[in-house]
Nanobody, 124 residues
């Protein structure tokens, strides 16, 4: 059974950092492109970051460039999202998604597999 499980969310003060993890089971992650999305209350799901399956190329939403870093550890079948300099507007439920044939552009929410999400709250 294909499953993605996010973890690492929580409450953090503005300017703080969190590292989200997306662990895959039931399939080998290195054959899939992975993206992170987020959805705040009352807003549409937004593409945050993407990493390709082959050359590790990445893409980021303008709103997170320079603050967020996506990486993958194929040996652990896990993808990470390091989030630094967090701001209240980063508050959302964060989801990871996987697809063997990712959409183009890669930050649109048209992926085959999704995790259940992890809450990130940035507040003082």
């Amino acid at each position: 059974q294909v499953q993605l499980v996010e973890s690492g969310g929580g409450l953090v003060q503005p300017g703080g950092s969190l590292r989200l993890s997306c662990a895959a089971s039931g399939f080998t992650l290195n054959y899939y492109a992975i993206a992170w999305f987020r959805q705040a209350p009352g807003k549409e799901r937004e593409g945050v970051s993407y990493i390709s399956m082959n050359d590790g190329s990445t893409d980021y939403a303008d709103s997170v460039k320079g603050r967020f870093t996506i990486s993958r550890d194929n040996a652990k079948n896990t993808v990470y999202l390091q989030m630094n300099s967090l701001q209240p507007e980063d508050t959302a439920v964060y989801y990871c998604a996987a697809d063997s044939v990712p959409p183009w552009p890669p930050l649109i929410a048209n992926y085959d597999y999704w995790g259940q999400g992890t809450q990130v709250t940035v507040s003082s």
